[in-house]
């Protein structure tokens, strides 16, 4: 495996639920991101938490809100999720040194909003 | 927008073939990396070619990089059927962390 642990593999939530996923990385990482991949559309980057600081992706809705505790833990907390939203949700980190960023990516998170 | 332009979208090839992707881009690149997604679970990172090297290697991978063309090409050699896979490149930005993927290539290598 990558070294990047994501849980769960597979969520079936409703519209009106509240859940949570989770990823945890055990490298040393200094930058995790969380990514939306639907089928026929490229990866789409959702939010980066680099050196302690947050990007977003302003086209993503604020149903999706990211969590990162510390430099090993990245959350992405969801509620009131629309059938659109259904997904392989991958997280991934990555060492961002002299402009090198190869990120290491977790299996994914399936989401099937129903 | 980073995101550029992969061909081809498929590829179908027999086990002992080589195998060719390409990939463009629009603005100025840090790095170009390749990336591989067996279906339903997480990339793994294949090779990473900074913007002032114009080729690579890897195992049987070969990656080529073309900025003044702003283009990028990713080479298997002696395919085989465990090749099968989506592969997509990244972009890394001049500065700053984020990647940007393009649409992929899935390549089927028939035994």
């Known amino acids: 495996e990558t070294g990047v642990t994501q849980t769960p593999r597979h969520l079936v939530m409703g519209m009106t639920n509240k859940k949570s996923l989770k990823c945890e990385q055990h490298?040393?990482?200094?930058?995790m991101y969380w990514y939306k991949q639907s089928a026929k559309k490229p990866l789409e980057l959702m939010f980066v938490y680099s050196l302690e600081e947050r990007v977003e992706n302003n086209s993503v809705p604020s149903r999706f809100s990211p969590e990162c505790p510390n430099s090993s833990h990245l959350f992405l907390h969801l509620h009131t999720l629309q059938p659109e939203d259904s997904a392989l949700y991958l997280c991934?980190?990555?060492?961002?040194?002299?402009?090198?960023?190869?990120?290491?990516f977790g299996q994914g998170t399936r989401l099937t909003v129903v | 927008s980073q995101q550029g332009e992969e061909d081809p979208q498929a590829l179908s090839i027999q086990e002992g073939e080589n195998a060719t992707m390409n990939c463009s881009y629009k603005?100025?690149?840090?790095?170009l990396q390749w990336y591989r997604q067996n279906s339903g679970r997480g990339l793994v990172h294949l090779i990473l070619?900074?913007?002032?090297?114009r080729e690579k290697h890897s195992g049987r991978l070969r990656v080529t990089l073309d900025t003044s063309k702003k283009s990028s090409s990713l080479l298997i050699t002696a395919s085989r059927a465990a090749d099968t896979a989506s592969y997509f490149c990244?972009?890394?930005?001049?500065?700053?962390?984020?990647?940007?993927f393009g649409e992929g290539t899935q390549l089927t290598v028939n035994p």
């Open positions: 990244a972009k890394s930005e001049t500065s700053g962390s984020r990647l940007t």
């Open positions: 070619i900074r913007s002032n090297e």
């Open positions: 603005t100025s690149i840090n790095n």
């Open positions: 991934a980190s990555s060492q961002v040194l002299e402009g090198r960023t190869e990120a290491f």
């Open positions: 490298l040393g990482h200094n930058a």
